[in-house]
């Protein structure tokens, strides 16, 4: 199973930045095509972003034009730039393998907090 780890969140204040950073073990990791997801307390873990082999990209609308993905192949790592941030994106960001034939554990996810 694929093992992820998270990293990069902490206090940002509104319309300010942040990169998260999330390592992947394993192989083969262009084939993974990673997302980020959103979770709050009391709701489902949401997709704000993916990318696939090949450099393509699917954003929710709610982050679309302000946050980006992007992927370094060669450190088995995927990023989320964010940018324009908005108190109603804080919360525990995850990723996660999009490919459904790749099996993986759930990271611990790294909080992001905008004070309102």
């Known amino acids: 199973q694929v093992q992820l780890v998270e990293s990069g969140g902490g206090l940002v204040q509104p319309g300010g930045s942040l990169r998260l950073s999330c390592r992947a073990s394993?192989?083969?990791?262009?084939?993974?095509?990673m997302g980020w997801y959103h979770k709050t307390p009391g709701k489902q873990r949401k997709l704000v972003a993916s990318v696939t082999d090949g450099d393509g990209t699917y954003y929710a609308d709610s982050v679309r034009g302000r946050f980006v993905i992007s992927s370094d192949n060669a450190k088995n790592t995927v990023y989320l730039q964010m940018s324009s941030v908005k108190p109603e994106d804080a919360g525990t960001y995850y990723c996660k393998p999009e490919n459904p034939l790749i099996h993986y554990l759930w990271g611990p996810g790294t909080e992001v907090t905008v004070p309102s």
């Open positions: 394993g192989s083969a990791f262009e084939t993974y095509n």
